[in-house]
């Protein structure tokens, strides 16, 4: 059983940065893919970025690629998100994911959520 439990949003004015955290416990990390979605009011679930088992390889969301980063340290258990130039529509609730199965990597199907983040961007 994977945990996961996020940390880092917040309140930032467009244009700034935030970094989210993602610590997982329970499990060795390493054999997992981790990634991040973020939901909006009213919207659908977004793919927002995923990482694979040892952080050589990265994807992104059309919407985010070229401002977000996402990165992993095994050794820590831990995944992030840094996001930078940030727009108002980036507001959302934030979460961590994690699939042991490469699936995850092509059908964007996580086993493991965490409980979210809010981020609230002001224009």
């Known amino acids: 059983q994977v945990l996961l439990e996020e940390s880092g949003g917040g309140l930032v004015q467009a244009g700034g940065s935030l970094r989210l955290s993602c610590a997982a416990s329970?499990?060795?990390?390493?054999?997992?893919?981790a990634g991040w979605f973020r939901q909006a009011p009213g919207k659908e679930r977004e793919f927002v970025a995923a990482?694979?088992?040892?952080?050589?390889?990265?994807n992104y969301g059309d919407s985010v690629r070229g401002r977000f980063t996402i990165s992993r340290d095994n050794a820590k258990n831990m995944v992030y998100l840094q996001m930078n130039s940030l727009k108002p529509e980036d507001t959302a609730v934030y979460y961590c994911?994690?699939?042991?199965?490469?699936?995850?990597?092509?059908?964007?199907?996580?086993?493991?959520w965490g409980q979210g983040t809010q981020v609230t961007v002001s224009s």
């Open positions: 994911v994690a699939d042991a199965s490469a699936r995850a990597w092509s059908l964007y199907e996580y086993d493991y």
């Open positions: 329970g499990v060795i990390f390493s054999r997992y893919i």
């Open positions: 990482i694979n088992w040892y952080g050589g390889n990265s």
